[in-house]
């Protein structure tokens, strides 16, 4: 299985500052064919199912704020918030669909400090 | 726009099983990928299963002696049944569908509390 390790578990950002999420892959997920890496990045708010934020590693999914930014190559991936907004409070996924079994990392908290 | 349908909260007991259905409304059925995820309280994500526009079906290993999901092309529905419910079942039970081009899942229902005693 692919295993995603996300860091830090938690972070507390002040408003209008960045955050950053990473997101470790334990093997690629980069599918030659089209040399994309099938790995997205999801926001979970409270009582609210996840909603996609951005697919094949940094394309923003309909509707995202361009302050949502996805980077990374081979094993490790990042998510930014290059400037946090009180809606931006919540829990954050990164997720793998290049192989079977889909994994997902175990979230990293945001909140304002 | 494409709605995914879920069900209302249900108890069930130990032994028994789950069936749960996603119905999906607004769009297309072919094409896509439908995925179960779930959500024990308190913490984070597990893909349960998936089945492929090819209607080919893949499980979490560690689900897979006791899972089946499947498709209802012509009632645009998908299903998951989980046999042998024990108390770690206990999780909010989401549908989604997986992007015909990133594998995504970027559409979710809005979940069904299963909760196992």
């Known amino acids: 299985d692919v295993v995603l390790t996300q860091s830090p578990a938690s972070l507390a950002v002040s408003l209008g500052e960045r955050a950053t999420i990473h997101c470790k892959s334990s093997?690629?997920?980069?599918?030659?064919?089209?040399?994309?890496?099938?790995l997205a990045w999801y926001q979970q708010k409270p009582g609210q199912p996840p909603k996609l934020l951005i697919y094949w590693t940094s394309n923003r999914a309909s509707g995202v704020p361009d302050r949502f930014s996805g980077s990374g190559s081979g094993t490790d991936f990042t998510l930014t918030i290059s400037s946090l907004q009180a809606e931006d409070v919540a829990v954050y996924y990164c997720h793998q669909c290049y192989n079977h079994p889909r994994t997902f990392g175990q979230g990293t908290r945001v909140e304002i400090k | 726009q494409v709605q995914l349908h879920q069900g209302g909260a249900r108890l069930l007991k130990t032994s028994e099983t789950l069936s749960l259905t996603c119905g999906v409304s607004g769009g297309s059925f072919n094409n896509y990928y439908w995925s179960w995820v779930r959500q024990p309280p308190g913490k984070g994500l597990e893909w349960i299963g998936e089945v492929h526009p090819a209607g080919d079906s893949y499980y979490s290993p560690s689900l897979s002696s006791r899972v089946v999901i499947s498709r209802d092309t012509s009632e645009a529905q998908f299903s998951l049944t989980l046999h042998y419910l024990t108390a770690a079942d206990t999780a909010m039970y989401f549908c989604?569908?997986?992007?015909?081009?990133?594998?995504?899942?970027?559409?979710w229902g809005q979940g069904t509390m299963v909760t196992v005693s």
């Open positions: 093997q690629s997920v980069l599918f030659t064919g089209n040399n994309e890496n099938y």
């Open positions: 989604t569908r997986g992007s015909d081009y990133s594998k995504a899942g970027d559409i």
